[in-house]
């Protein structure tokens, strides 16, 4: 299973984010593919999933209102864009996946970063003020 993610990188204070995710190797369609970022000296923090179930999408309060996930399921890609970014969003950004069925029954969100099966490398991204 592999989780590749592209975008981050240097970003302007009230600018925006576009943040992608190729995911291989599993049936995209089984799993709720999201995002997880790891602030400095923060714990991790589940900030958006995807599902491709109906399209659920979950949001973290935090990047709720400012970002939207979405996905090209032909492309088994799902992306993240973030607008508005704050000095708050400087973080490394994980792109991560988790089956939508487990043992506790059917799920259309993840907001746990711990819920998580499979993660990429991650990607950094860096607000400039």
């Known amino acids: 299973v592999q989780l590749v993610e592209s975008g981050g990188g240097l970003v302007q204070a009230g600018g925006s984010l576009r943040l992608s995710c190729t995911v291989s190797g599993l049936t995209f369609d089984d799993y709720v593919i999201g995002w997880v970022r790891q602030a400095p000296g923060k714990e991790l923090e589940g900030i958006a999933s995807y599902s491709s179930n109906g399209g659920n999408t979950y949001y973290a309060e935090s990047v709720e209102g400012r970002s939207t996930i979405t996905s090209d399921d032909a492309k088994s890609t799902v992306y993240l864009e973030m607008n508005h970014v704050i000095t708050d969003d400087k973080a490394d950004y994980s792109c991560?996946?988790?089956?939508?069925?487990?043992?506790?029954?059917?799920?259309?969100?993840?907001?746990?970063?711990?819920?998580?099966?499979?993660w990429g490398q991650g990607t950094q991204v860096t607000v400039s003020s």
């Open positions: 991560a996946a988790g089956p939508q069925f487990t043992a506790y029954g059917g799920r259309v969100y993840i907001d746990k970063a711990d819920q998580y099966t499979y």
